[in-house]
């Protein structure tokens, strides 16, 4: 079918010093720290995606993530165990796109019940090309206003706006 595009893969792969974020407590100061260790990895991924003409796309993609590493589980708080992101675009008329963004991450566990709160992230946006050199946006994300760790020791942002203009040279 045409403008129908899907995807499934996987696979394993052995890390050398890979590097994982955590988050460490220095009297009562909490600080980002880069720890490498070797690791494993066993992936899945599937995503499908649809673009109909100019007019419409829609796209949905999932990873799941399985890590493996001696020692300390606690180095994987912050690294993902399912992504889940799921995207729209519509034109409007001509040279004007509305699109939108939903992402949810739910991170590894480390221990009995522990884990790192999941996290939803919602965007919308609009696009106007004025030409094919200029073209305006402006983005609102985190539109549900949730508070997750985008690093370790580093909470997101809350409802934010972003509005520019692109010039291609």
Not at 10 to 28: E, H, P, Q, R, W
Not at 88 to 95: S, W
Request: proline share 2%; net charge positive.
């Amino acid at each position: 079918m045409e403008g129908l595009h899907a995807h499934l893969g996987g696979g394993y792969k052995v890390i050398d010093n890979a590097l994982f974020c955590t988050a460490m407590d220095s009297a009562g100061v909490m600080f980002s720290n880069i720890v490498g260790r070797d690791a494993q990895l066993i992936y899945a991924d599937a995503d499908i995606s649809y673009i109909y003409k100019d007019m419409v796309g829609v796209s949905a993609t999932t990873t799941y993530y399985h890590w493996m590493v001696r020692g300390n589980r606690a180095l994987l708080a912050y690294t993902p165990q399912w992504d889940v992101h799921v995207k729209a675009r519509a034109r409007l008329m001509k040279g004007l796109y509305a699109h939108t963004d939903l992402r949810f991450v739910a991170y590894s566990a480390v221990g009995k019940g522990q884990r790192e709160a999941s996290a939803i992230d919602l965007s919308l946006g609009i696009h106007y090309a004025m030409n094919a050199k200029l073209s305006l946006f402006l983005d609102g994300h985190n539109l549900l206003n949730c508070s997750y760790p985008r690093f370790a020791g580093y909470p997101s942002q809350g409802i934010n706006v972003l509005g520019g203009a692109v010039f291609k040279f």
